[in-house]
């Protein structure tokens, strides 16, 4: 999305929209199950009030969940004054509730949320206007762009790197954490990654450094490897002591020499106490496209591809917030050396407002609206491009 109003894009909507959010106002989830608890859980993140779970289950009400008392959606109706509804039932039980919803004439957006649209897209804003906190899904540090494997079609373009490419230095690294830190409240993941971040010298010290100062402001903190490097038992100390999670990435199905690797690796990270993940198998990727796609598209065009991708992935480099990782290092990897202003820069981030619109720009507002990589990718379509996983050149 291109800003029209930096800064000021969820104005409107907070003054239409969500007027109910003044003093005292509280959530009521509805669904006191599984997904009600997880929710709960979630929200323990943020400075909302729970005020208490809603259930059909008559044997449910007038109990409690979670600590919290379970009403009917009758009883709610009678006491809604300053309150929302989340709704966090399986999809199967959705339709009977937002059914009744409809006969009480409540609003999706106003009146009530789906669970995953209040996470992503209301609970943030909502911190930025009421709290002025900022939280944010996901972001990541590229601390290498070389690998120890060469897939054909990496998404970051790895396969093209020299051995001898230069990572960032661990101060660009250290510089990258204040930067952003220094202007989000919370983080839901954050992650290290490369190339092969394992065979990044620094990767100990850029852990310490971010676990030391930061630690506190990130959920889940990552290290995504390909899994063909041991890491050091200095590196799993620091691993441990600020709960970093192992994500391997699994490529045992194309490359089965893996497997070994994997289950020596998993040894000893339980050996080490160091928490991991090991993905699931799977023998097929998307291709992006970035070799030969060339759309010559215009700006409207573009804007459409980048808000229809929606990626997640945003890198943050030095001062320099970039929102898809993918673009940034496939530019500079495969040779394309486009879009190198196609970043928001945090140390120019300034007066009063910039809280808000740092928020726009991680809802996918910039000033072109688009990337120029975007010319050069499949973007949302690359789903309907599968290729094989991780075959290697
Ligand atoms: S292991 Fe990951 S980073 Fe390395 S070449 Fe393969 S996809 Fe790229
Ligand atoms: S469409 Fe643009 S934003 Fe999406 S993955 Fe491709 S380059 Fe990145």
Redesign the pocket.
């Known amino acids: 999305m291109k800003w029209k109003n930096k800064g000021h894009e969820f104005d409107e909507l907070m003054e239409r929209k969500l007027r109910i959010y003044s003093e005292g106002w509280g959530i009521y989830l509805f669904g006191a199950g599984i997904f009600g608890k997880q929710a709960y859980e979630q929200l323990a993140e943020f400075p909302f009030k729970i005020k208490g779970f809603i259930d059909n289950d008559i044997s449910k009400q007038g109990t409690e969940y979670c600590g919290l008392p379970i009403i009917s959606l009758n009883q709610y109706w009678q006491e809604r004054e300053c309150s929302i509804i989340v709704v966090t039932v399986a999809k199967k039980n959705a339709a009977g509730i937002l059914y009744e919803f409809g006969k009480r004439q409540f609003e999706c957006g106003r009146d009530y949320f789906i669970w995953q649209d209040f996470l992503d897209r209301v609970a943030p804003v909502l911190l930025v206007y009421q709290y002025n906190k900022l939280h944010v899904p996901l972001a990541q540090i590229c601390v290498t762009e070389r690998c120890s494997l060469k897939c054909k079609k990496c998404a970051h373009g790895c396969y093209a790197t020299a051995s001898s490419h230069e990572d960032l230095s661990i101060s660009e690294v250290m510089h990258s954490a204040d930067s952003f830190f220094t202007r989000i409240d919370y983080i839901k993941v954050f992650v290290l990654i490369g190339g092969e971040p394992l065979l990044y010298k620094e990767l100990e010290q850029a852990v310490a450094y971010i676990g030391e100062h930061y630690r506190k402001q990130i959920g889940l903190f990552e290290i995504t490897t390909n899994g063909t490097i041991m890491p050091s038992d200095e590196l799993l100390h620091v691993c441990k002591k600020y709960n970093v999670l192992i994500l391997i990435s699994n490529y045992g199905g194309t490359i089965p020499r893996l497997k070994e690797k994997y289950e020596m690796l998993i040894s000893k990270l339980e050996e080490q106490g160091v928490s991991y993940y090991l993905g699931s198998e799977s023998d097929t990727w998307m291709d992006?496209g970035f070799e030969y796609v060339d759309r010559k598209a215009e700006e409207e065009q573009l804007i459409g591809?980048?808000d229809a991708?929606a990626?997640p992935c945003k890198e943050v480099r030095g001062s320099r917030l970039y929102?898809?990782v993918?673009?940034r290092s496939v530019s500079e990897n495969l040779g394309y050396n486009v879009g190198e202003n196609d970043y928001l820069d945090l140390d120019r981030l300034e007066g009063s407002n910039w809280k808000k619109e740092l928020l726009e720009f991680t809802f996918g507002y910039s000033e072109k609206g688009y990337?120029d990589?975007?010319n050069h990718?499949h973007?949302a379509d690359a789903k309907n491009h599968p290729i094989p996983a991780a075959e290697q050149l």
């Open positions: 992006y591809v980048f991708c990626t929102s898809c993918m673009a990337l990589m975007c990718c973007g």
